[in-house]
C-alpha cells in the first residue's frame, strides 16, 4: 500500500471522510422555552442606562420589532429591518440588530457588500445554502423564511442598508485551556452561576459579556468566545500560509480579511459563525458556485482546523482604526 508520510492512503481517505461528516453538537446550542410556557410581561418598562427608550419584556420577543436603542447610532431603518413584514418576514434587526452588528447565533451584517448579501439571501432561499445541522436549529431555519418570503424590494433595501455600516469590534477571543461551565439559552451559551470550570475540549464557547444586556438585544454589548490554547497562533499561520494545500485564505478575502476582489470580509465575524459556515462549506450543507472554492478549501481540514481558523478569523479587527 502507498504511504504517505506515517498515513496510508487508505487512513488519510478514511480521514477526511470522518472529517466531512463531523458537525459537533455543541456549534448549535438549542433551548427555548416550551409550548405553553408563561408570556413575557407586557407591563414593566425596561431600559439600559444609555438609552432614553424602553421596551417591555414582550416587545423584546417581538420578532416584528428591531430594538433600537441607540436609534441616533445608525442612519433611518428600512422598513423591513425595523419591523418586517406579517406575516413570514420577521424584522432583519431583531436579528441582526438595528446597526447590523449582529449575534453569535446569527451573523454580523454590517459592512458586508450589498450584492454579497443579495445573493446570499438567495441562497437561502433556494435551498443552495443549508445548515450542516440536520436537526432543528431555529435560527438557521427562520433566515430561510425570511429570505423565502421577502421580496426582491425588500431584500435589496435592506441589502443596500446593511452594506453601508460599520461593523464595531464585537467580540474577545481569548484562549484558555479550562472555561466557565455554562448552560444553553435560545441559540448560545451562558455561563452557569457559581465558579465552576470545565475543560474546554477543542471546542469553541462563546458567551454573552453579560447576560441581561444580551437579552434586551444591546447591540453596545459584546461577547466572549474562549477558543483552545494556540489556536489563533495557528489559524493565522494557516491563514497566510494556505490551508489544506490551496491558496492563503488572504488571496480572495484581502491582506486583512476584510474582504478582497472573490472573498467577502471575514474580520471580526463572531467565531462560533465563522466555524458554521466552515463546516456547512466542508459538509457541502452550504454549496453554489461561489461556495465551491470554499468548500475545496475545507475538504481537507480537519475540525481542530477549523475551530483555529475561526478564531484566527475571529480576532481580528474588522476595520482599520
Ligand atoms: C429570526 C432571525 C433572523 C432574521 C429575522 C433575519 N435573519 Fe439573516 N440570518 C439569521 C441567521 C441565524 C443567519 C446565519 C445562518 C447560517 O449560520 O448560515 C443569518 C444569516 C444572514 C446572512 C448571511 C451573512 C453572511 O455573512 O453570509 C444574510 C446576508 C442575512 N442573514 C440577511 C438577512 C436579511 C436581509 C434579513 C431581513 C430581510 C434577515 N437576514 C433576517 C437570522 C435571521
Ligand atoms: C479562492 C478564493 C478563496 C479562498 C482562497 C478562500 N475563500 Fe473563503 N470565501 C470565498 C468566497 C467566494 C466566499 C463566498 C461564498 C459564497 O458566496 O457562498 C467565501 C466565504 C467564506 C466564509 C463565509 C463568510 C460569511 O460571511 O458567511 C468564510 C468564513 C471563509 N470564506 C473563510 C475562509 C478561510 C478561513 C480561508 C482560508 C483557509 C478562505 N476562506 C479562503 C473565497 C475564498
Redesign the pocket.
Known sequence: MLALGSFSRAELSAQTVTAKSDVPPWLYPLAFPPAGAPLPDSVKLLRLPHSTRAFTRAQVSD?FMAKDWYPTSHPPLPA??AT?RRPE????G???LPAGGGRP?????AG?PAD??VR??QA?RSGE?R?AWTGPHR??D??TR??KN?TED??AR??EY?AALTLPRRVRVVEAQRVPRTYVTGALHAVSPGRQREAIGGRIIEVPENHERFELRDERSGFVAYVPPGSIARGRAMTRLGAGGAAACTTCHGESLRGGAIG?PIAG?FPS?VM??LV?FRSGA?AGSAAAPMQAMTAALSTDDLVALSAYVGSLSPRRH
Open positions: 420578532l423591513v429591518v418586517g418576514v420577521h424584522a432583519c431583531y436579528c441582526h447565533e446569527n451573523a454580523a451584517l458586508l454579497y448579501i446570499q439571501v437561502f445554502r445548515s435560527p438557521f427562520l433566515m425570511v429570505a421577502a425588500e431584500v435592506a441589502a446593511f467577502p465575524q459563525y458554521r459556515q456547512a452550504r
